[in-house]
Each structure stands twice: as structure tokens, then as C-alpha cells.
């Protein structure tokens, strides 16, 4: 029984161990991909000479425009915001 119980925590814990380490690398590929995002929205904000949240304001209110750039400036600025969430769950796991 104790060879069991001793057998079943190590694996228990080789498998906390291995998902912890994916999460990590998941955290650390979203962390790149938010770098993107985040540049990409600096320089939107300056060539237009706007903050993200003032164009998202005036964008879903329809007075932007339909130039490509404000479409991609709000899927950016949307990507960002849903993997910031999502990282921020993983960094709870992985702490």
C-alpha cells in the first residue's frame, strides 16, 4: 500500500511538474506576441496621434472611419487585451 501511495505521488508530481513547465513556455509565447501587439499599437497611436483606448472609443461609436489601419488597430488592441487575461490565468498557475 505504501509502495502505491508513494508511486502515485511521484507520478502525480512529475505530471504537476511537466504542466507547469508547458505553461511557462505557454507564458513566455504570449509575452512575445503581446510585445507585438504592443508595439504595433505604439505606433498607431503615433501616427495618428491617439490613444488605443480613445480610438476604440470612436471606432465602436463609428466615427473612425474604414481605413484598414483602424481595423487593424482594433484587432490588435482586442488581441491584447483577451491574451493579457489569458496570461495573467497561467501566471497564477505557474506562481
Known amino acids: 500500500m505504501t ?8 507520478y502525480f508530481m512529475q505530471q504537476t511538474n ?11 509565447l504570449y509575452s512575445n506576441a503581446m510585445a507585438f501587439y504592443k508595439k504595433a499599437l505604439q505606433e498607431f497611436e503615433k501616427k495618428y496621434q491617439l490613444s488605443t483606448q480613445t480610438f476604440l472609443e470612436r471606432f465602436e461609436a463609428g466615427q473612425m472611419g474604414d481605413e484598414a489601419d483602424y481595423f487593424d488597430w482594433y484587432a490588435f488592441a482586442k488581441l491584447l487585451a483577451r491574451w493579457r487575461k489569458t496570461q495573467s490565468a497561467i501566471r497564477l498557475v505557474i506562481q
Not at 509502495?3 to 511521484?10: A, G
Open 3 to 10: 509502495f502505491n501511495i508513494c508511486f502515485l505521488y511521484k
Open 18 to 28: 511537466e504542466i507547469k513547465l508547458s505553461l511557462k513556455r505557454e507564458y513566455d
